[in-house]
């Protein structure tokens, strides 16, 4: 271990959990600033996301949103890629959703369904991905830029769709038509009574995700892509040099991320609104950045964080109720919080652990 | 006719406004090395300092100074992370968009207790429309007489400020030490350094500009164009000011006619919305508001000319490599 390197369970364990509670006391402070008391702020937020079966229920549907856009962040992440257009692709994702259960739900079971709800919102999303990628790997345009100029063209794309071709005849409202029982996912209260999820809309696409989890897992770390992904991610240059190609790697690499984004429309779509409506993503593809950042990009670390921005959610929902002037905005300035802490400022604290760790190493050394 | 287009063309030029201020506001960042995706959330962050302000002292001036504090603050904080800490530009931008969307909601809801707005501007809270001279007694010349009474007369001052800021960013990144310097750290800060110059504080200055311009990008919307604040009223114009920086190239004269040219979009969208154009059918409104967005896209894949950011942009500067 070389001078300034720092154990490992320092490098992945303490610096976050650091940069964490950064971004946690600060966010105490501003429920100071309102006039409330943060402590019991805390108290409740952790009753109502995990204090019963239902709160546990709505905590775990969040977070099976988040799984997704948080794996969708991270896999591009390996690449050196920033995909922020993650909403876009779970928005238009939605649509492969839609077509899969309109077109099956009177002829055949949810089961036979969800296999084709998969692939379509994960080719609907891989699509929405696939011209910013390609326009960054052959024509040098950011796909910083394009991904979010993609979220505002898919945003309008779909609401001019539901207004016209998608809308459920005779409606004024712009939204499809309510799925028949082919079109809709078990909820997981039906599936295990025993847990007593009540009326929380966590579904079976919970399990969905966690596969995706595990997949992804086999990909970057046990694949030759998920090794060309990494090395193209690490050092561009010397990856190209060894022979990948930067075209192929980047356009694969953002496909597969914008399928997982488009997958979380499962989620929302056939498991919980089963019907297509206009901004049901509301920001969880944003979400998905700050759980890819506060996991550290690894699948496990997504599990971890969806689940704590999924308890972040439902906690909020209970919070705002308990205490009027804490809205749901709170849970923004959480996530704006976690992302400026965890990601732009993650070295912030660095130098100083490091000088922390570093003098007692030497003096070992010394005695050695 | 003509009635119809110098209408729209004054639509045109008060919705591009917001554009412009944030857009000029961008470049000095952009062209200073440091990206900055943050423009969404300190206009928003702006729009509420100065709703608040102006409502509380009923002074349109104290709310525009209030806003370029917000403002400036966000990009000092934008500032500290990407070039104190060399964090990644992208991601503390997006923090920032988030803190402020989340913030001025929030304390809106505490402070005022109307569901995240500000209460509507008292008098002397809101920047006034200016009526040049004569421009009543001109009015029915015509040709002249509408360009002059509805076009060029008739906006608040911070429309006047945005124009008027296309020629100062010329001559300020054009024709001064600083400017020169300033561009020059965006395309090569290891010379910029070497030449005994601090590359961290012109871009400290840089994120200032950026922050006061956004400042009064953010005050005219809740200002001078509306009256007080509403929960994301910036609603993507920081983002469409980001659009028209790349099609306007990095350069602040191209920068005002991208700005138009969007802004000129979003008054036409309004103009149509509902009309039949013939031959055609309507147009879906949704189209116009995509297109600045598909614009953009089509400029960076190289179709229409090509986009070169600045070199350094996005690259934090590392003084030594150890």
Redesign the interface.
């Known amino acids: 271990m070389s001078a300034g390197q720092l154990p490992r369970w320092v490098d992945y364990g303490l610096i976050p959990f650091v940069n964490l509670a950064a971004a946690f006391l600060v966010s105490g402070l501003?429920v100071v600033?309102?006039?409330e008391n943060p402590l019991e702020a805390v108290r409740i937020l952790l009753w109502g996301s995990l204090g019963y079966g239902e709160g546990i229920g709505f905590t775990l549907f969040y977070a099976t949103n988040f799984i997704f856009t948080g794996l969708a962040v991270a896999v591009a992440f390996h690449a050196g890629l920033?995909n922020?257009g993650g909403e876009g692709q779970a928005y238009v994702g939605g649509l492969g959703v839609t077509f899969a259960c309109l077109a099956l739900d009177h002829i055949v079971p949810w089961y036979v369904t969800l296999p084709f709800a998969i692939v379509g919102s994960a080719l609907m999303g891989a699509a929405w991905a696939f011209?910013p990628a390609w326009?960054q790997a052959t024509?040098?345009?950011?796909v910083?830029?394009?991904t979010?100029?993609?979220n505002?063209?898919a945003s309008?794309?779909m609401?001019?769709l539901l207004?016209?071709a998608l809308k459920k005849p005779g409606s004024m409202q712009p939204e499809t038509r309510t799925f028949e029982a082919g079109g809709r996912l078990p909820f997981l209260n039906d599936v295990f009574p025993s847990f007593g999820f009540g009326y929380a809309p966590v579904n079976l696409s919970l399990f969905v995700a966690l596969a995706a989890c595990v997949l992804i897992w086999l990909l970057i770390w046990r694949t030759k892509l998920g090794f060309e992904i990494r090395s193209f991610g690490a050092n561009a240059t010397a990856a190209v040099y060894a022979g990948i190609s930067p075209v192929r790697t980047i356009v694969i690499t953002m496909l597969i991320s914008g399928g997982l984004a488009g997958m979380m429309a499962i989620n929302e779509i056939m498991g919980s609104q089963h019907r297509l409506l206009i901004d049901f993503v509301s920001g969880y593809g944003?979400v998905g950045?700050a759980v890819a950042?506060m996991g550290r990009a690894h699948p496990v670390g997504i599990v971890l964080a969806a689940i704590l921005f999924g308890m972040l959610y439902q906690g909020g929902a209970e919070l705002s109720f308990e205490m009027p002037?804490?809205?749901r905005?709170?849970?923004?300035?959480?996530?704006?919080?976690v992302?400026?802490f965890a990601?732009?400022?993650?070295?912030?604290f660095r130098p100083a652990i490091t000088r922390l760790f570093t003098p007692s190493r030497a003096l070992a050394a010394e005695e050695a | 006719m003509f009635e119809t287009l110098i209408l729209i063309l004054d639509s045109t030029v008060r919705l591009s406004t917001p554009l412009l201020l944030a857009c000029l506001a961008g470049l000095y960042s952009e062209r200073s090395g440091v990206v900055d995706?943050g423009l969404e959330g300190k206009m928003l962050g702006a729009a509420f300092g100065a709703g608040a302000v102006a409502y509380v002292t009923a002074n349109a001036w104290l709310g525009l100074l209030a806003g370029i504090g917000v403002s400036v603050a966000l990009g000092l904080?934008h500032g500290?992370?990407?070039i104190s800490?060399?964090?990644?530009?992208?991601?503390?931008g997006?923090?920032?968009?988030?803190?402020?969307?989340?913030?001025t909601?929030?304390?809106g809801?505490?402070w005022f207790r109307q569901g995240?707005r500000t209460p509507a501007l008292p008098e002397g809270g809101r920047f006034r429309d200016i009526a040049w001279p004569y421009a009543e007694q001109l009015r029915e010349i015509p040709v002249i007489g509408p360009l002059y009474s509805e076009l060029l007369s008739g906006h608040n001052i911070l429309v006047y400020a945005g124009f008027l800021a296309v020629p100062l960013t010329w001559w300020v990144l054009f024709r001064t030490r600083f400017g020169l310097r300033l561009r020059a750290v965006g395309e090569n800060p290891a010379a910029v350094d070497t030449a005994g110059i601090s590359v961290a504080w012109l871009r400290y200055r840089a994120v200032i500009a950026c922050g006061i311009l956004c400042g009064f990008a953010g005050a005219y919307l809740s200002i001078a164009q509306g009256a007080g604040f509403g929960v994301n009223m910036t609603a993507?114009k920081g983002?469409i000011a980001?659009?028209a920086l790349?099609f306007a190239k990095w350069r602040p004269a191209n920068a005002m006619f991208a700005c138009l040219l969007f802004g000129f979009l979003d008054a036409v969208s309004i103009r149509m919305q509902g009309q039949e154009v013939p031959g055609i059918g309507e147009i879906?409104v949704?189209?116009f508001?995509?297109l600045p967005?598909?614009l953009?896209?089509i400029l960076?894949?190289?179709f229409i000319g090509k986009?070169v950011?600045p070199k350094a942009a996005g690259i934090p500067y590392l003084k030594e490599r150890s």
């Open positions: 501003v600033l309102i006039g920033f922020i011209i326009l024509r040098g345009s950011h910083v830029i394009t979010i100029m993609f505002f063209i309008s794309l609401v001019y207004n016209s944003f950045i950042l002037n804490i809205t905005d709170m849970i923004i300035v959480i996530q704006g919080l992302i400026l990601g732009a400022l993650e070295h912030m | 995706i904080l500290f992370a990407s800490n060399r964090g990644n530009q992208i991601v503390s997006v923090a920032i968009n988030f803190l402020a969307a989340g913030l909601a929030l304390l809801q505490t995240g993507g983002f980001l659009a790349i879906p949704q189209f508001q995509a967005y598909i953009t896209v960076l894949a190289g986009a950011p």
